[in-house]
């Protein structure tokens, strides 16, 4: 069975600042990926980044950046010069191509940038 | 996402009636999936499809079931709403696990 934690049920973070969201994960396959989805007010799921476990470069999309720490089974979310649209739930979320790409997903946190 | 939609957006049902939400993709991808989505669970899976005709059960599948008899159709019936159904259902498609899912736009049931 996977399993995807998230521990900081709620976060907050000024305007331009910079935020790490946390997430742990546990997974038997050696094939799996990570992604980061984004839910606003607005309910849309939105894909932020996503990483592939067998590359060990972190990935970055723009002022989102992860690092992946294999060994440890963590994969964290940084938000760089955060935004007021960067306000919604975020979700740490594990898949593995082997399961009929059937997806888990953590309990998610709820960040707020503040002006 | 224009590729898939979902309806209908809102309904409010009574205990003990049957429900049936549909979700619509134009991407012709293989697999589909229902998740519900409740405060302090994320999102669940229910139902998920690997094919016309092929489906198979999630983590939360009581009371719930599927048909998928076409590649672009995915139904999810309630035989009997009861309240603890009451939650915002999710539909998503994929075709490549690196793509992660394309989601719907949700939709928010509520049992009475």
């Known amino acids: 069975a996977q399993t995807v934690t998230q521990s900081q049920p709620e976060m907050s973070v000024q305007e331009a600042e910079t935020v790490t969201l946390s997430c742990t994960y546990d997974?038997?396959?050696?094939?799996?990926?990570l992604f980061w989805y984004k839910q606003p007010p607005s309910r849309q799921m939105i894909l932020v980044i996503r990483?592939?476990?067998?590359?060990?470069q972190n990935a970055t999309e723009n002022r989102f950046s992860v690092n992946f720490q294999k060994a440890a089974k963590s994969f964290s979310l940084k938000i760089s010069d955060s935004q007021l649209g960067d306000t919604a739930m975020y979700f740490c979320?594990?898949?593995?191509?082997?399961?009929?790409?059937?997806?888990?997903f953590g309990k998610g946190t709820l960040l707020t940038v503040n002006p | 996402d224009a590729g898939i939609t979902q309806s209908p957006r809102h309904k409010v049902t009574e205990t003990g009636t049957p429900v049936t939400l549909r979700c619509h993709q134009t991407?012709?991808?293989?697999?589909m999936y229902w998740y519900r989505q409740d405060p302090g669970h994320g999102l669940r899976l229910i139902h998920y499809?690997?094919?016309?005709?092929?489906?198979d059960k999630g983590e939360v599948s009581d009371g719930y079931s599927v048909s998928r008899s076409k590649t672009e159709d995915f139904l999810l019936t309630l035989e009997s709403a009861t309240s603890s159904q009451t939650s915002v259902y999710f539909c998503?498609?994929?075709?490549?696990?690196?793509?992660?899912?394309?989601f719907g736009s949700g939709t928010r049931l509520t049992v009475v």
């Open positions: 997974t038997s396959e050696s094939n799996y990926y």
């Open positions: 499809s690997y094919g016309v005709k092929d489906t």
């Open positions: 979320v594990l898949g593995s191509g082997g399961s009929n790409y059937k997806l888990t």
């Open positions: 998503a498609i994929s075709d490549d696990i690196l793509d992660g899912y394309t």
């Open positions: 990483q592939e476990a067998y590359k060990q």
């Open positions: 991407e012709n991808h293989r697999y």
